[in-house]
């Protein structure tokens, strides 16, 4: 036991009580300026239910939304709980490896008198407290590679909820102005009925009216069902259910900014913003370690060692006492195979952290690329054709007032700005989403799915 325990000590590794859940908080802080929250039980999830509800209790912003998503979003929570199985896979790697107590007690009756042999020993494994600190450095690297993915799922669902917002007052906006286009048409066709019957309106005029109703409901109907499910979508990001669900969007979205905002060194801010490179840093870390703690055990990876005692021969023949050692041959497997499979996966890390650089960079230049166009197509509706339809639509009122056309020459050219308005509606929403994924692809990359 002298021998075997200082070696023990020397094996055993300090590690930080802390899962780091404090850096993922600074990093939402930084990125977002949102707070968070790893909750651990029923009270706590109490609090924030407190917190939530005090935001959902006013028409929804987008700062909101996102807020109540980084608080509520039970996707997330279990996101958390990765860090805290790296954690656990770091404190397991701290420690030693068990000792192994081997043990044969044997006797036989042999003239009468009964002989023992007695073997006991207490064998600690050499290779596992020597390679310790190699092991721990691995389970350090992949720890913060947990608290990186799980910064990269706040930064996702932030951005999710960020778009799922844009596309929910949108939904609104359009159904707001699809009503007010069914109800003018509704009385459109209610009047082309009323000539009709006065004898003041032929068949097929009346028919173009009646058509252009039902084309309006139908809009609407969809314009209902869009909304719907917008906001559904939503919902499901906030993590609501119940009466929380009858939440109050705004009636618009936000107006198109003078100008967006020039980023002239868009590729060289994502290296050093990018979640996913820093993630692949750290892989080629852990898989360098990894690759040096296979080279120092390719021969020998199971040495054991400690104090035995033998007793042989009559019960009270007394103990021999010595030490046991154990270890295996490397007669068949010289450990070449598990080298080559630890080189090959360090190669494949260094070459998905290229790839992933590469990628990165197109992503933020298409990112950028689609913003500028979405804005000059959102600024184009805006000063160009919407205008133009107000000054169509106010000489035509002109010319109504002044009895140079009828009523249905004047309700023929508001059917005709419905196209207009419901494209800047989508324009502005377009370019709001262009600016949810520019701000991802700087941080991270765009997940398909949701948290």
């Not at 929250?37 to 407190?50: K, P, V």
């Not at 608080?71 to 770091?90: D, P, S």
Request: glycine content about 6%; overall charge neutral; aromatic content about 6%.
């Amino acid at each position: 036991m002298a021998l075997v325990l200082p070696l023990l000590l020397a094996g055993c590794a300090s590690v930080s009580p802390d899962p780091g859940f404090g850096e993922v908080q600074a990093a939402a802080r930084a990125h977002l300026g949102r707070d968070l929250a790893w909750t651990q039980d029923a009270a706590e999830r109490a609090a924030l239910r407190a917190q939530v509800s005090a935001l959902l209790s006013r028409p929804l912003s987008v700062d909101d939304a996102v807020q109540v998503a980084l608080l509520n979003n039970r996707g997330l929570q279990a996101a958390f709980q990765e860090l805290g199985i790296a954690h656990a896979e770091l404190l397991r790697a701290s420690r030693p490896a068990n000792p192994h107590v081997s043990l044969l007690n044997a006797s036989r009756l042999h003239d009468g008198v009964r002989e023992f042999k007695i073997e006991q020993a207490f064998l600690v494994n050499l290779v596992s407290a020597f390679t310790l600190p190699q092991a721990v450095a691995i389970e350090e690297r992949r720890l913060a590679q947990a608290r990186q993915a799980a910064i990269l799922s706040v930064l996702q669902l932030a951005a999710d909820t960020r778009k799922a917002w844009y596309q929910a007052v949108a939904a609104e906006e359009i159904l707001g102005y699809r009503k007010q286009v069914s109800e003018a048409a509704a009385v459109g066709a209610e009047l082309a009925a009323r000539m009709a019957r006065a004898g003041n309106w032929n068949a097929l005029d009346q028919a173009r009216e009646h058509r252009f109703s039902a084309e309006a409901a139908l809009g609407e109907a969809r314009a209902q069902l869009e909304r719907r499910q917008a906001r559904e979508r939503l919902i499901r990001l906030l993590g609501l259910w119940g009466d929380d669900i009858g939440f109050a969007l705004p009636q618009r979205l936000p107006a198109l900014p003078a100008e967006p905002a020039d980023r002239p060194e868009l590729e060289q801010l994502a290296m050093g913003r990018r979640i996913d490179l820093m993630m692949a840093r750290l892989e080629i870390e852990a898989q360098a370690r990894q690759l040096g703690l296979t080279r120092s055990s390719r021969f020998i990876n199971v040495l054991e060692l400690g104090p035995a005692r033998v007793l042989e021969g009559e019960r009270n023949a007394g103990y021999k006492r010595g030490v046991e050692v154990s270890f295996e041959l490397p007669l068949f497997d010289q450990g070449g195979a598990r080298l080559a499979r630890a080189q090959a996966i360090h190669q494949q890390a260094l070459e998905r952290a290229a790839q992933a650089a590469i990628e990165a960079r197109s992503q933020v230049r298409e990112a950028y690329d689609a913003l500028r166009t979405r804005w000059d197509i959102a600024r184009h509706h805006r000063d160009e054709l919407l205008p133009i339809s107000r000054r169509i639509a106010d000489e035509n009122l002109l010319r109504y007032n002044g009895m140079f056309i009828g009523v249905f020459e004047l309700l023929a050219d508001a059917r005709a700005q419905v196209a207009s308005v419901m494209e800047a509606i989508e324009a502005n929403r377009d370019f709001w989403l262009a600016q949810s994924d520019l701000d991802m692809a700087l941080l991270g990359p765009a997940g398909k799915g949701n948290p």
